[in-house]
């Protein structure tokens, strides 16, 4: 059953939030055969995140058609778990995340994909930040999702066993239409953690020792140099090098963490409470309930490094122009 953890009155169109901060966009594509490119170990960020979209844009009800069947969504799940990492873990901007094995895609009918950049931490590794337009039809809530641009932080995993490559983690955020204006949905669709417990332990730990250094004014000595960070805002940048600032949060906690291991990759959801979130020394965020989704890997040394951080906090301020309604059907949102 679904929990709604907020009790606010008001909805809005968020798009707007996310243009703020998007680069200009370059060139979009969507033709892609999504076999080929998942069983092609040379293959680019661009070409498997379109991959991976293809696969999604090939379950569900055919195009224009909102909703789908129970036989639709059972076929939706087969089709797609023989490319998800056994570890795969999915986490929605509303708040809702998703294993392997609960997870039903969305129903994605149309898509342009572009700004890629793709980083490589190891061998068997492939992390994908990019952008996507979609028409989409989350099948749990009917809600039909943004068609602007929107991000995505993805991570792919080889698999010399099916040679082929598999999603490992995947963060959506593209906002619901109709978005809570005061504080954003966090939407708890009881996703238990399914780690043995003593990855589970490490997992938690790991996540911990990040927020602990966020909270301290500087996360370094845990980022990996080929890191990719992607923010709910639109904000993010790949590598270490080309990090802007440190981010500062104060009284950042975090609960009901869902962990998931492949070998030498962790990833960590969990819900976060920070009083006040300043990312990157300048770009306020609202504090509050957001979700977080963070991929770790485990160097030749035993160390254990972030290669993604997936923050869904949004801004602070809502941009010029936001339009609020009294909450009620999707339809009565503003356009």
């Known amino acids: 059953m679904l929990t709604v953890r907020t009790s606010s009155r008001f909805v809005c169109l968020l798009a707007s939030a996310y243009l703020l901060f998007i680069p200009p966009s370059g060139s979009f594509a969507a033709d892609t055969s999504y076999e080929k490119s998942f069983s092609n170990k040379s293959a680019t960020g661009e070409e498997l995140a379109n991959a991976f979209f293809d696969l999604l844009s090939n379950t569900g009800s055919p195009t224009g058609t909102v909703g789908t069947t129970a036989e639709q969504d059972e076929a ?61 039809t989350l099948p749990t809530s009917a809600l039909v999702m943004s068609k602007d641009k929107a991000p995505r932080l993805t991570v792919f995993h080889w698999s010399d066993t099916d040679s082929r490559w598999k999603v490992l983690s ?63 805002t639109g904000i993010g940048y790949a590598r270490l090098v080309n990090r802007p600032a440190a981010s500062k949060y104060d009284g950042l906690v975090f609960d009901d963490a869902v962990v998931t291991r492949n070998g030498h990759l962790i990833a960590v959801s969990t819900y976060t409470t920070a009083t006040k979130r300043d990312l990157m020394h300048g770009n306020q965020l609202r504090g509050g309930a957001a979700p977080n989704l963070s991929t770790f890997i485990q160097g030749e040394d035993g160390n254990w490094t972030l290669i993604t951080v997936a923050s869904f906090a949004p801004l602070k301020d809502l941009p010029a122009g936001t339009q609020c309604v009294p909450a009620g059907k999707l339809e009565d949102a503003p356009l």
């Open 170 to 232: 995947h963060a959506n955020f593209n906002t619901p239409i109709a978005a809570i204006c005061d504080k954003d949905p966090l939407v708890d669709n009881g996703t238990n953690s399914i780690a043995s417990p003593e990855d589970q332990a490490l997992g938690e730990k790991l996540i911990g020792k990040f927020y602990e250094l966020i909270v301290k004014g500087d996360a370094l000595p845990i980022l990996h140099p080929e890191i990719q960070f992607q923010s709910a």
């Open 76 to 136: 939706s799940k087969a089709l797609v778990k023989p490319y998800l990492d056994p570890a795969f873990l999915l986490q929605r901007a509303s708040g809702e995340r998703y294993t392997a094995e609960n997870y039903l895609p969305a129903d994605v009918d149309d898509f342009e994909l572009g700004d890629v950049t793709e980083t490589r931490p190891a061998d068997d590794v492939l992390v994908a930040r990019y952008f996507i337009r979609a028409m989409e």
